[in-house]
């Protein structure tokens, strides 16, 4: 019997991330991507040493009280770890690790398709080619909002943020942006900080959502807040769906306050988004795909398995969360 540490893998990983699983661990695989209900990832837990799952399992604090005690470690396939209760993870003795920085620059990729399919009515103007209801041009016909020149605001100034910035930067974009901590001026690159959200707010032409949700930043973009954009003004959101009120926003857009959104991410996705977004024309709406490329796929699982790699060494994983 190999003495190699048996690993949960709770969804089909790329074949290169597989591979390797297969060279240095025992791992419980999911050939056919199924989603385990919370019983069955329990019982499988029962077999193995750690868990690499995605954000599609849940682990809140009494999902993480039923582990098992041989589980040592989650090292999750995503940078947000908002689906584990770190504390409850604490209290219980677990290492939970993410996968930072591999996903900035395909995350970052999707947060410029949302502002630009927002921005020039994409969603609208695809529609209607599908359906073959474009039947005219006029100088008039499907006139969106210009991108180039205007101001591109961050919530959220960590990696993906920067390199949102920095690819807004391209458009001639002026960046402004609020995050806990002021960025030092080589990574500020120029950006203009504000110390508060809506401090923030009346500058954002396009405000695109970076932070992760916490207990802070849930329900942030609010009827409120959304008041302080100027009017016509644009919400991207790569991060969480809880950080944004749905019918706030729903209603901003409605009402033309704001000119569109562009978002990748939901409250109660897949299943269970607000409705009233698949009616809205001016919304560009995308199945949660901001690390979907194939090399950022492999890069996360390579990440999540050099955490494991650390940790089954007896040494401090680098993306180590709790
Ligand atoms: C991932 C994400 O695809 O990494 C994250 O936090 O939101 C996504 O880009 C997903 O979470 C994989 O588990």
Known sequence: MSDKPVILV????????????????????????RLYSTDELIEMAAKAEAILPCHTEKFPADVIARLPD????????SV????????????????????????SDATAEIAILLMLGAARRASEGERMVRACEWKDWSPSFMVG??????RFGVIGM?????????????????????????????LECGAIYHATVDDLLPHCDVLSIHCPATKETTGLIN????????????VVN?????????????????????????LDVFNGEPDGIDPQYRELDNVFLLPHIGSATFETRVGMGFRALDNLDAIFAGKPPADRVA
């Open 158 to 186: 960590g990696r993906v943020g920067q390199v949102a910035a920095e690819r807004a930067r391209g458009f001639g974009m002026e960046i402004h942006y609020y995050n806990r901590k002021r960025l030092a001026p080589d």
């Open 70 to 77: 041989n589980i040592r470690a989650i090292a999750n396939f």
């Open 238 to 262: 790569t991060g969480r769906g809880g950080v944004v009120v749905d019918a706030d926003l729903i209603s901003a857009l409605k009402s033309g306050k704001l000119f569109a959104a562009g």
């Open 145 to 150: 909002t210009q991108v180039t020149g205007k």
């Open 80 to 103: 947000g770890y908002d689906h584990v209760d770190i504390e409850a993870a604490k209290a219980k003795g677990l290492i939970v690790t993410n996968t930072p920085d591999v996903l």
């Open 10 to 33: 709770t969804r089909k990983l790329p074949d290169a991330v597989e591979a390797r699983l297969l060279r240095d661990y025992q791992p419980m695989l999911n050939p056919d991507d």
């Open 223 to 234: 009827r409120e807040r959304i008041a302080l954009m100027p009017d016509g003004s644009i």
